[in-house]
């Protein structure tokens, strides 16, 4: 008897060392980063600490300032023998086909994704949506921004507010293998050698007046590039405020121990709606509260049904998205309309941002515990054809920190109680404006009776 006790003892004992210590094992590091300068630069400096390989994955990346930047200390990167792999989508790339052969000939290895010039119509509405760079295997940057320069403040006018993170631990080994099946998998080719379908052109956006398009325009020789990137790269420092010295150590700054995992599509054909059926399923668990945070919430119907099934059970749900202000795509918001006299009815909390930016980033919170952010949109695209990719969790110290960066745009949104189109300005609003809306106003009415 006493044998048996002891026995069940040690075994408890045993258990209560195991369990934390496996547990410990899975967590990783997480720090949502606050605002586009601190995002570019934690880009900077991961890029700068790498010591054996580097790998990205971006829907957009286009020859701002910024992305350029980027791209010239990726080049430094491999020429001190760090391994460089880029993969972009075919058709939301507009880095120009010698350029990319330039970055290659410099060891930066740059794939496509469903390029164009193959020629393959099955591919044309399936995009890489992902946004990624992991470094080492060790560390990774997720999120919903874009290589472009509207995403990091760089470019006068409006640009998009986004929600990135910074993570290390198991979960960059996640990404890490997540990167490689991806850059392995037969839609992924070669950047192509030359420019077969006249493409460059437009990439290049030759038809702005500003020194920078024209420099891309006319460029055509490795100098040209070359003195392109280092402009790029000065531009940055000088007028971006960003620092070259590699020194600081996001990842002390993290919360550790942080339960998270990566979602994505387990296939490139998108058979099997992956990350859709584990967003339904975030939502179908939610007891108390729910917010959905889109830039373009034309829901997919499983994800429209979810909320409904919520509101059913009682749970509080807002949806956090864009005014007809703010909104990039007059469609989506036309399809939402669509939409917002059926959520209200059922009690949905709708607000709209009010800030002089396009909101863009994708994230969800649940009982505040569980969360998601990444490059999802809730809606038929990103369930259907787009490859998305997420982080993940239902660890609340996680859920914290995406409050914290989610609630200044809570506090800048409007509170929406009413099914009609408006205008988001006052009668003293300047003449310019109101036109410009009114404007958008007819065309989403347009765009309302077609869909």
Partial sequence: MVTRSVRTATLA????????????ANASSLRVLDGKRESLQARVDLIQQAQHSIDLSYYAIDTDEVPIALLELLRQASLRGVRVRILVDGLKSRLPAKF??????NRVQVRVYHPLHQGNPSWLNRRLHSKLMV???QRAVI?????????FELKPGRGFVD???????????????YFDWLWATPDVRPAP?????????????PFGRSDWKNAWRDAKTDRDYQRLLDRALQHVVCQGGVHLDPQRDWIAEASHGIQMRLLHDRSSDKSEHHVNRQIVRMIDRARSSVLIESPYPAFDRSIRSAISRARA??????????????TDQLNVYAAYQNHKRGLLREGVQLREYAGRDTLHSKTLLVDDSSWMLGSYNFDARSNLWNLELCLVSDDPAGAAQLWSNLQPRLVNSTP?????????????????????????RSVIELYRGLL
């Fill in 13 to 24: 004992l045993l258990v209560a060392i195991v369990l934390p210590i496996a547990k410990d």
């Fill in 100 to 105: 990319e052969q330039y970055l290659q000939r």
């Fill in 135 to 137: 470094v080492d295997a």
């Fill in 143 to 151: 999120g919903s921004s874009n290589l472009e320069n509207e995403h």
């Fill in 163 to 177: 929600c990135d993170a910074i993570v290390a631990g198991p979960i960059a080994q996640q990404t890490q293998a």
């Fill in 193 to 205: 050698p030359r420019d077969s379908l006249g493409l460059d052109v437009l990439r290049s956006r």
């Fill in 313 to 326: 059970r009682g749970v509080c749900v807002t949806i956090l998205t864009n005014s007809l202000d703010t």
């Fill in 416 to 440: 929406i109680r009413s099914g009609t189109l408006i205008l988001p300005v006052g009668q003293d609003a300047a003449i310019s404006k109101r036109s410009r809306l009114m404007i958008k």
